[in-house]
Every structure is written in C-alpha cells, then in structure tokens.
C-alpha cells in the first residue's frame, strides 16, 4: 500500500516568515494530494489539494508543489500568521485500493510566534 | 445541510465492553471511511464502504467490525474494548464522481467532528 512520510514534525517560525512541510509518497499510481489543517480537538480541514496533472496550486497564502518524478510534494504558507498555528497533515491516494481512502502522513506541528 | 455528524462525542469504556459508533451524512455520499488518530501517528483507516450494504477493511481492522445498512449511515462497532483502542475515532465521507472514461473526478473527503474514546 501507500507510504507517505512528512518532515518535518514539528516546525516554528516567527510571524511573517514563510514556511514549508515537505512529503514523500511510494506509489507512483497515486493522483491526488490534500493538505489537511487540524486545530487541537477539531476534525481534519482541507486547505489545498493538487491533482497529479498539476505541477503547482496556490490559493492566496498557501501553494502546493508537486513533483511527481521524485514523488514528493510540499505545502508552502507565506506570511505566516498565529493562527496557522495548528497541525497540518499531507495525504495520498491510493486509487487502486481501499475505495480511494486517504494515507495520511504523521503531520506537522506549526507553531507561528509573533 | 448538517454535512458529516458522529455520535456520541465523547466515551469512557472498561475494557472488555462493547459500544457502537455511529456516523451520519445527508450529503448522499456513496463513499465512507472510519480513520482511528493516535497522538503522532496521522489517521489511519480502519474500514471503508464504497456503498450501501458494501464494506471493507483498511489499514487497522482489527477488533472492529463494520455495517452500512443505510446509505447515509455507517457504523463502527467494538465487540470487546481493548485499551489499544483508546483514541479519536473520524469519520469521513465522499462522493462517487464519474468522468470520462469512468475517472473518478472528485476525491475530496468530509469529515467528521470526531469521537475521543477512552478505554480503561
């Protein structure tokens, strides 16, 4: 099945400086990749997605790369501010098993200082 | 639209005991996904149903068990609680999207607010 690893776990950064959390996928077959924001005690939010026939997305602060030849992408959030603070969780999708489920990475924690 | 609701929010069991989690959806998704969440580990699926009377397993099904008996319900059952079970419990949800060439077009999920379990 699908391997997705994310670094880093935890990530601090000061108000204003960008940041950036890097994945890595095995299966050359997945095609889609969400980001995922999780504020403590709240359910997962989708805040990007990218498609495998898209390089790059961006969505005012927040831009996805993705590299499909190496098999990683990455979420970058500039001009970062406190309330990015949070957990972010990259994900894959297998779409040749488990009904197109989601295999998520082991998250990073964000903390943004002002 | 109440989009993806879980009951109950919160449980304590002794070990040994059995309960049922319900997730709910009035978004009419064809798809639905229970994920267990451990402190460090990300969501990992424990079983999923691509449709009414359909389920499967994931990642992490032992000592669960599923029905979808209803489409917009999908139950998780734990027969005998184990402490290795004592997590936040997601439930999720999506659309089956056909395209050309019967691609599917839309992947996104919804998610539930979550049960925090607790087995002692």
């Known amino acids: 099945g699908e391997n997705v690893e994310q670094h880093p776990s935890t990530l601090s950064v000061q108000e204003g400086d960008s940041a950036v959390i890097k994945c890595t996928y095995s299966d050359s077959a997945s095609n889609y990749f969400p980001w995922y924001k999780q504020e403590l005690g709240k359910r997962p939010q989708l805040i990007i997605d990218i498609r495998s026939n898209v390089g790059e997305k961006k969505d005012q602060r927040i831009a996805v790369t993705l590299n499909k030849t190496a098999k990683h992408f990455s979420l970058h959030i500039t001009e970062t501010q406190p309330e990015d603070s949070a957990v972010y969780f990259c994900a894959a999708i297998d779409p040749l098993n488990s009904g197109y489920a989601l295999n998520f990475g082991k998250g990073t924690s964000l903390l943004v200082t002002p | 639209n109440a989009g993806v609701t879980q009951t109950p929010k919160f449980r304590v069991l002794k070990t040994g005991q059995s309960m049922t989690l319900l997730c709910a959806q009035d978004m009419n998704h064809e798809y639905m996904y229970w994920y267990r969440q451990d402190p460090g580990m990300g969501l990992r699926l424990i079983h999923y149903?691509?449709?009414?009377?359909?389920?499967a397993k994931g990642e992490v099904p032992d000592g669960y068990n599923v029905s979808r008996l209803k489409k917009q319900n999908f139950l998780l059952g734990l027969e005998s609680a184990a402490p290795s079970q004592t997590s936040v419990y997601f439930c999720a949800s999506r659309r089956r999207s056909r395209g050309l060439a019967g691609v599917s077009t839309s992947y996104e999920q919804y998610f539930g607010p979550g049960t925090r379990l607790t087995v002692t």
């Open positions: 149903s691509v449709g009414e009377g359909t389920t």
